[in-house]
């Protein structure tokens, strides 16, 4: 089944109001319209998230936030709800990222509560999963990326699976430069489909699975042409429009 490549960018706890609008506004102009074969979502920081719904809205791309809590309203201090969310024009959420699990002590338990709001509110979740260097240093690498996928997706139904997305993200690979070569990507993707199948059976056939973790114009050409790799999440070099526009050519190419 062909899946139309999905490039997405994670602009994390960078931007002002005005630098936010002022990116969106550069990528709005510089991407074509309609966008052709490939798709495009930001994930602004959350003080921006309405200025960038804004900008974009007379374009294809979509706008999804970085977070949130899986609770409609109530005494959560800090927290983002879903309708919050959607009362700003998001459309996607990011989940499990890394980042959460790693410094912010976010279980799969808690990933999956988030996801399952999101989804309760038609807001599409991107579950992201990934091994951390010692992890893949003893083997462990299958076990982690399915124990997070089941983990996440619980109580999902198989009439939702072209709701959500999978990113792969190798822990060691984000933000440090290194990038999991093609072969190692590959592997891992394959691996995720499968656990999706024994989830979902045909229905996992409909999921993008993207690769994150040091993604650049460098490198995008080589993952997107990697066999199970769906698009790219990426991370800093969407924070610059002309690196990330040249990322989106190579999967539009």
Same mark, same amino acid.
């Given at each position: ?30 991407? %074509? !319209? ?10 602004? %920081? ?7 719904? $804004?900008?974009?809205?007379?374009? $294809?791309?979509? &706008? ?5 809590? %899986? ?5 959560? !201090? ?14 996607? &959420? ?39 260097? $010692?992890?893949? $240093?003893?083997?462990? !690498? ?22 959500? !997305?999978? #990113?792969?993200?190798? &822990? ?31 229905? #996992? ?28 999440? &990426? ?19």
């Amino acid at each position: 089944m062909s899946r139309r490549p999905l490039i997405a960018g994670n602009w994390k706890m960078n931007c002002n109001r005005a630098e936010g609008a002022t990116l969106a506004r550069e990528l709005f102009r510089g991407l %074509p !319209t309609p966008l052709g074969t490939a798709d495009v979502a930001l994930f602004p %920081p959350f003080t921006c998230l309405g200025r960038v719904v $804004e900008v974009v809205s007379e374009s $294809e791309i979509t &706008v999804g936030a970085q977070n949130l809590y %899986p609770a409609d309203s109530g005494a959560f !201090t800090g927290e983002i709800s879903p309708l919050q969310l959607l009362d700003v024009g998001a459309t996607r &959420v990011l989940v499990g990222h890394s980042e959460r699990r790693h410094l912010l002590g976010e279980d799969d338990a808690f990933v999956n509560r988030k996801l399952l709001a999101a989804l309760s509110h038609d807001i599409e979740p991107l579950l992201c999963v990934g091994e951390t260097l $010692e992890e893949r $240093e003893g083997g462990l !690498t299958s076990a982690v990326v399915e124990r997070q996928i089941r983990g996440g997706l619980g109580g999902v139904a198989e009439t939702r699976a072209q709701d959500v !997305t999978i #990113a792969y993200e190798p &822990v060691w690979a984000i933000g440090t430069g290194l990038t999991a070569s093609p072969s190692q990507a590959a592997e891992v993707h394959a691996w995720i489909r499968e656990v999706l199948l024994s989830l979902w059976g045909e229905s #996992a056939a409909k999921v993008r699975i993207l690769y994150g973790g040091s993604a650049k114009p460098d490198n995008a050409r080589e993952l997107l042409a990697t066999e199970g790799i769906d698009g790219l999440l &990426v991370g800093g070099a969407s924070l610059q429009a002309r690196s990330f526009l040249q990322i989106f050519a190579a999967a539009a190419g």
